[in-house]
């Protein structure tokens, strides 16, 4: 009975090994089939034992045909470019070819169906993530980490799989961003891929800045782009009131200001063409998926590009303004931080940059500078910090090291650069939220004049829209704190976010879209980076899908 028991685990564990090792020759086998094709998985292992606990039965191939999961999928597979996506990265051609192909070799005739089910799902998983979140690096961008929505992992992909099988293509579309602005973009990105082929406009280039009622030899070809009839030719050159109106629209739906004066800014605008304004909407579509859908009840967004902020309170605008931000050679980063209050009356501490390149040079030219301005200046020292004569420095011929031992403190005041009201937002770059002591600056078309700080138009109202998520808070409290003109800060029982966004194309007023200036480059970094991940060798990304249509699989 032993002897036959012993006999019977031999032959089972013998039936075992041999089990084992014709899966692996099968894995091996499909492992070469893959490199032929030249493709590559996203996780061949967790495929594979998402695809085994189907004992056999394949997920999207019917009878050597594409069932209607799969044509579904692979419709949503096709029309990726819609996103800004390039559907060569799901293995498109090579699904198509291999469900079109009547001479495979024999190695993969055996192979044909689990090869077709590794790379559908494959496809499946990186089309899931693309639209999940970031696809490049953090470090790629400088942008800090926790602040972006991050791709979902592929067992988190293949976890979806299992749940909206059924309906993918569905589950799929609602995968995406649903916000308006994400789907507004989409529509326009179609819209410009069908106009793609129409023949661009000459450029126009003008002399000198151009006004209402004055001449211009480039006035032809200048009403010619807004599809205006020609005028009698005593009058051909000259800058009329229709044209003039038209301008005016077209500034107003690129962020400009609408004036109907022709400066370089109306003119770069003028001369983009249709490809620059596709690349414009593709690396907002990307980034547009970097962000959290899913919103507090109170919230805070400034976006960069536009040199606008808008607070918002259950789903509602309810102030709107303009502000200052960074200029280019001191950019304003892009995070998101958590506001915990609103301090009155703060005296300024000069940032390090500021105090290095503009304030010590105007020392070295008056030492008297600080005073007029109402500055204070403390060195360290063993004792602490001691209050000194700025003329008791030589400013000239400090490094900068000791330049760091000086803090530089203007006190509350009308002649403070922080105003009257300064945000409490904690974050790793000391950029804030605050009032400014020059409002002029707000009816600038190009905003983009800080130090990196964010000035608002109307701060007392964002410092009113803060506080009072506070029970109890009045607004009268705001102007009694004034009054007094001491530094006081208040804070919030519950944190609120801020959002500082760099999204050069945005919506208008009326919905429509405004493409705005890639103010510090980020636009041309960031689709450097999606051509290096994508393969653009164009931006027809649909025309790689002509001729082959998913209803022939």
């Not at 090994?17 to 014709?22: A, D, M, P, S, W």
């Not at 800045?209 to 807004?226: K, T």
């Not at 008297?368 to 000194?388: A, H, N, P, R």
Request: with cysteine; glycine share 6%.
């Amino acid at each position: 009975m032993r002897g036959k028991l012993v006999n019977n685990n031999r032959a089972l564990l013998i039936w075992f090994l041999c089990l084992g090792i014709f899966f692996l020759q099968c894995s091996q086998a499909m492992a070469h089939d893959l490199q032929d094709l030249q493709v590559s998985l996203s996780d061949e292992e967790a495929i594979s034992a998402f695809l085994a606990e189907r004992d056999g039965e394949p997920l999207w191939v019917k009878r050597k045909k594409l069932n209607s999961e799969a044509q579904d999928l692979m419709t949503v597979l096709q029309q990726s470019w819609m996103n800004g996506l390039n559907p060569k990265n799901y293995h498109i051609d090579e699904i198509i070819d291999l469900i079109g192909s009547e001479d495979m070799t024999s190695r993969a005739k055996g192979n044909h169906t689990q090869i077709l089910e590794m790379l559908i799902t494959d496809a499946y998983i990186r089309y899931r993530r693309d639209i999940s979140g970031m696809r490049i690096s953090l470090e790629d961008m400088n942008l800090r980490q926790g602040d972006w929505k991050q791709r979902i992992s592929v067992d988190e992909a293949l976890l979806d799989l299992k749940e909206h099988y059924k309906n993918i293509a569905e589950f799929l579309l609602e995968s995406e961003p649903q916000g308006r602005t994400y789907q507004t973009l989409k529509t326009e990105l179609v819209r410009l891929y069908e106009k793609a082929g129409n023949k661009d406009i000459r450029p126009i280039y003008f002399d000198k800045i151009l006004h209402p009622g004055r001449e211009d030899d480039a006035i032809p070809i200048l009403r010619s782009h807004f599809n205006l009839p020609p005028m009698p030719e005593d009058e051909k050159l000259t800058y009329d009131p229709k044209l003039v109106e038209a301008v005016k629209n077209f500034q107003k739906g690129n962020g400009l200001r609408s004036d109907g004066i022709i400066g370089k800014r109306t003119e770069s605008a003028l001369n983009k063409i249709r490809g620059e304004n596709i690349r414009q909407i593709i690396v907002n579509l990307e980034r547009l998926r970097w962000i959290e859908e899913k919103k507090p009840k109170s919230f805070i967004v400034v976006n960069l590009p536009s040199a606008m902020l808008w607070a918002i309170e259950n789903g509602r605008v309810i102030h709107e303004m303009p502000v200052i931000i960074g200029r280019k050679d001191r950019p304003t980063e892009s995070f998101v931080a958590q506001i915990n209050g609103v301090r009155f009356n703060p005296k300024w501490t000069v940032p390090s940059t500021i105090k290095k390149e503009d304030i010590v040079p105007e020392l070295v030219e008056n030492n008297s500078y600080l005073v007029d301005k109402g500055m204070e200046i403390f060195q360290k020292s063993e004792d602490g910090d001691i209050t000194i004569d700025p003329s008791s420095v030589d400013w000239s011929n400090l490094s900068p090291e000791e330049l760091g031992n000086y803090t530089m403190v203007q006190t509350s005041g009308d002649h403070n650069p922080l105003g009257r009201i300064r945000v409490l937002m904690p974050n790793e770059y000391n950029i804030y939220l605050h009032d400014t002591n020059h409002p002029g600056l707000f009816s600038r078309s190009n905003r983009a004049q800080s130090s990196g700080c964010i000035r608002m138009m109307y701060p007392e109202k964002v410092a009113d829209f803060i506080m009072k998520q506070n029970k109890g808070w009045r607004s009268e409290d705001m102007i009694d704190i004034l009054k007094a003109g001491e530094a006081t800060d208040k804070f919030i029982q519950d944190t609120i976010p801020v959002f500082l966004l760099y999204n050069t194309v945005w919506l208008g007023d009326k919905n429509q879209i405004i493409y705005g200036m890639d103010i510090y480059d980020h636009d041309k970094k960031l689709w450097q980076l999606l051509e290096k991940l994508d393969g653009f060798s164009n931006l027809h990304h649909n025309e790689i899908i002509a001729e082959k249509s998913v209803n022939k699989l």
